[in-house]
């Protein structure tokens, strides 16, 4: 059995490491990828972090975050890095489907490879897993890995940034996800000097003036109110891609607004794409989104925060969620 011993005497010798992350990185891979990047050049090893897809506009304020490479924009240069390294971190994310073709490379490599990350039903391809469905966030695991290992003294304010807003981005700033360590930890970052109010603003504050437009028309003209299933659902089309000129980044958390209403426990935020129709689900309490996107959306993810995607026509995605919604919550007012 391989333990944490084994790992820190891993990372005694210098060597190339990689660093991947799930495709559109939100804020915990970004942070966390980020954050365990500056931690291992702290202890002198070589570090390139590697993702699937290009990162939204909101975390260009992170440190590092260009330095990234983006393999749907740098597939050789990916590819290099990924067959150097000696060890490859797999980041937020357990299952090989949601890094795309880099699965295939992930799955070549005779790396040493190490899976920290907080999704429920982790796949087994990795030599060694860090997996805690409890966990706020894969920051808050990184946050944990470092201490554990005996170098929490490494982690300076731009560090803590980074983990600071992972956290903050998968908790909703500490509204859901949350537990009592990630509390500790968050006063830990914050007495070594983490600026969570600058943090705040930047992930927070920085929507455009089209994103304000699109959230408009989506809770305008896009809502739908299931009253009998406390669900409501946004679904948006090609059309509205293209007439508001929506890119990478620009729908995220337009589908935390749905929850906001009274009486919704579900939430589903779909939008037709190209050639595939993607799902991000929320719910509140017992309902399990999860288990929605896992069994018929072809996806997975948290018991309250899920995604999927389908093959099929935006009306058919959309009917086929109202349809299997009787399964996962109780009518109101059932006999
Ligand atoms: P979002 O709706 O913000 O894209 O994702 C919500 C959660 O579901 C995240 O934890 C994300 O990792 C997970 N998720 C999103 N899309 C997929 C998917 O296609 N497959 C799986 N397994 N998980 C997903
Ligand atoms: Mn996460």
Known sequence: MIDLQDIKTKLSLSTDIAIIAHRNPDGDALGSSIGLQLFLERINHQVKVVMPSDHPDTFHFLPRVDDIIVFDQEHDRAREALSKAKIIFCLDFNGLDRVDKLGITINESKAFKIMIDHHIDPEPFVDYAISDSGASSTCEMVYDFITDLGYNHLIDPILGECLMTGI???????????????????GELKAKGVDDYMLNDQIYNTMTEKQLRLLGHCLSERFEVIPQYQAGIVAITKEDFKKFDIKRGDTEGIVNYILMMRGINVAAFIREQPTIVKLSLRSKGDISVQEITRNHFNGGGHKNASGGAAYAKLEDVVSRFKKVLPKYVKPLHSA
Request: charged share 10%.
């Open 168 to 186: 903050i981005t998968d908790t909703g700033s500490f509204k859901y996800n949350t537990n009592p360590h990630v509390y500790a930890i968050a």
